[in-house]
């Protein structure tokens, strides 16, 4: 054995470490689900890489999970014969946490513990939720391809430091040990252990096994009750090794190959925790078997809360839907298997026609997995049109976790935009606060008698919306409109030009008619005339045009822009961004009634009028949410216009 190196934990580590023990307390036997969940990928992995070099799993093929405790030494023991680490692997994944989101989730704390469990929930708890239970976790474990003088001693506890040793390990695989604490006991109990395991683990493709209680059986022999391994719910093997007599917990058989009758719920979503790595429920799933030109099972989950991880809200480091081929774990596919814009759904596709060397540039041409591609699109969407008649509530909860994500469909997928539209919720003037609650379906089924169109309009956040001098005809009317701010929807909006052959029109654009087919005075325009004569030309180097509005009820003035110019709210996030945007004058819109307006139609100062007409402008660019060019300039022009209209003391 080598010299023992100590080395520091990643400070990150360390946050989450103090965090999984003290937050989840109060479930502490999850790491048992962890655990086990850590050894059944280890065993995927090392069937994955076996494919290339059988000689992997030569002299030991049959790949298993096994859980040993001792009470003298009050260890519990989780060992795998799958893929095992090497040094710089036990390095990475014991010593750091590369997770993406890691930071922004360590921000997101908030002290309080039991809010905080639910965070970590989402995060995933992993191989440190071992501390939660130990005082000190020892990982023994060898890669598979590499000799057995390359084994690895890690161990820790859980204070900053872990050390590592180099040890001769025959074995391929993972042990990891876990010294309980004084007061966890309860591990050590047999009929416990036995009992969480059966919980935890029933949905694992591989065996799960515990000694035997009665050691020295003779011999394996056929359970004489007639317990037969596929209908009964724990499946009794005996199996001969190192002169332990093992039985296996759990059914053993991957659970999507098993009949949709004989899983429950609760399979479902021990499944669901498994392949996702979180403690969060699903909200709905889909089992299919498909048979025929090509054969296939796929089950889908939709997860109730989007984790932590970039790997959602990152459109091109897509995890979640795992590519299974005959059994055999081959790759997360998520990209290959599902468009950007459904990366939220989880789960599996098994196939068996696809060939067991196929690559990742393999799959992006193949026909079969175009199929299949095209299949869980179908199944995702069916499956969130059935969530919306099924559970209302619970489609909201998908709503505000992905409907964010769903939104990029519409410009992802045209074949299945009015499907995809139907599924989007929105803020709105009828809605229920900022919630995105609306559909389209509910808007059109409160539009008034003679309204054609869907209003709607876009800006920087909630209140900016609602506060939009543009809505305030529409609102003082009666008439809905729906309220857009999130950073995706003016793109969005720019496919959804119509739904159930209603067109949507962004109020802020274009001429505007009044909500009413009747409310068509023009009249206005000759009454009005020498008022837009005159702040057209104050403010010809700033607007295209000056004309009296129907929008408008209690604001003076607002900006427009031409029916298919950039909104204003784009045409900022655009520049943000760095791109040039096409600078088109806006128009502005005034309501002459207002006492502002009479104000400067009255006012015979030039340089008074010539002020008021600059900040008419000005505060309609403040109201749209935008930026003034020369703000000193505002503020002078307004404390002038303020200091004048003060009454004389
Ligand atoms: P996660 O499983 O969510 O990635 P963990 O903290 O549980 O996070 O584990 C970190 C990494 O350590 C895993 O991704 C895996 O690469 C490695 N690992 C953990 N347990 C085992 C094991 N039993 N065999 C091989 N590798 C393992």
Not at 181 to 196: T, Y
Not at 587 to 604: C, D, M, S, T
Request: aromatic share 6%; charged share 30%.
């Amino acid at each position: 054995m080598s010299d023992v190196k100590k080395h520091a934990f990643q400070a990150e580590v360390q946050q989450v470490l103090q965090l999984v023990i003290h937050s989840l307390y109060s479930h502490k036997e999850i790491f048992l689900r962890e655990l086990i969940s850590n050894a059944s990928d280890a065993c995927d992995k090392l069937r994955f890489e076996a494919l290339a070099k059988p000689e992997l799993a030569a002299t030991d093929t049959e790949l298993r999970v096994e859980i040993e405790m001792d009470t003298e030494a009050r260890t519990l023991t989780v060992r795998d014969n799958g893929i095992g680490m090497s040094e710089d692997e036990v390095i990475e994944n014991l010593g750091t946490i590369a997770r993406s989101g890691t930071k922004s989730f360590l921000e997101s704390l908030s002290g309080d513990a039991r809010e905080d469990a639910h965070l970590i929930g989402q995060f995933g708890v992993g191989f440190y939720s071992g501390f939660i239970v130990a005082d000190r976790l020892t990982v023994e474990t060898r890669r598979a391809d590499l000799s057995a003088d390359q084994g690895v001693r890690w161990s820790s506890d859980g204070s900053g430091e872990y050390e590592m040793a180099t040890i001769e390990r025959a074995e391929r695989g993972t042990s990891v040990i876990l010294h309980l604490k004084e007061a966890e006991g309860e591990f050590l109990q047999s009929w416990r252990l036995q009992q969480l395991i059966t919980r935890y683990s029933d949905h694992i493709a591989f065996p799960i096994r515990v000694p035997e209680a009665k050691p020295a059986v003779e011999e394996s022999k056929e359970s004489e009750d007639g317990e037969d391994g596929e209908d009964g719910k724990k499946v009794e093997t005996k199996v001969e090794s190192d002169e332990i007599t093992w039985t296996t917990l759990n059914h053993a058989s991957a659970l999507w190959t098993r009949p949709k009758a004989e899983i429950s719920d609760e399979d479902y979503q021990g499944f669901y925790k498994h392949i996702h790595h979180g403690m969060d429920e699903a909200l709905t799933w889909s089992h299919n078997r498909v048979e025929g030109k090509q054969s296939y099972t796929s089950l889908l989950f939709v997860p109730s809360k989007a984790p932590f991880d970039a790997m959602w809200s990152d459109r091109n480091e897509r995890k979640g839907l795992k590519l299974y081929i005959r059994r055999v774990f081959i790759m997360d596919a998520s990209e290959q298997l599902l468009p950007a814009y459904l990366r939220f759904v989880q789960g599996v596709v098994d196939s068996d026609d696809l060939p067991l060397n196929v690559s990742r540039e393999l799959l992006q041409e193949n026909k079969l997995v175009s199929q299949i591609r095209a299949a869980c699109t179908k199944r995702s969407l069916d499956l969130l049109d059935k969530l919306v008649i099924d559970d209302a509530e619970k489609f909201q909860q998908f709503s505000d976790s992905f409907g964010n994500v769903l939104k990029e469909g519409m410009g992802e997928d045209f074949g299945n935009r009015e499907r995809i539209a139907k599924l989007l919720r929105f803020a709105s003037t009828k809605g229920d606060g900022a919630k995105q609650t609306v559909s389209l379906d509910q808007y059109i089924e409160r539009m008034k008698g003679d309204q054609t169109v869907i209003y709607f309009v876009t800006a920087d956040s909630y209140n900016a919306a609602k506060g939009s001098p543009q809505i305030e005809a529409l609102k003082s009317q009666d008439v809905e409109v729906l309220l857009l701010f999130d950073r995706i929807d003016e793109w969005m909006v720019g496919y959804l030009n119509e739904y159930a052959g209603k067109p949507l029109r962004h109020v802020a654009k274009g001429e505007f008619e009044g909500a009413s087919a009747t409310d068509k005075s023009d009249e206005v325009s000759e009454e009005h005339k020498p008022l837009v004569d005159k702040l057209a030309e104050l403010l010809k180097e700033r607007v295209k045009e000056v004309r009296p509005s129907k929008r408008l009820v209690d604001s003076p003035a607002c900006l427009v822009l031409d029916e298919h110019a950039m909104a204003m709210h784009m045409q900022r996030l655009m520049k943000e961004a760095g791109h040039e945007v096409p600078s088109d004058l806006p128009v502005l819109e005034i309501n002459p009634g207002h006492p502002l307006l009479q104000r400067f139609a009255a006012e015979g100062n030039d340089e008074q009028a010539a002020d008021l007409a600059l900040l008419l402008h000005e505060q309609a660019v403040i109201g749209e949410g935008g930026q003034l060019d020369d703000p000193a300039a505002f503020v002078q022009r307004m404390n002038r216009v303020l200091a004048g209209s003060a009454p004389a003391a």
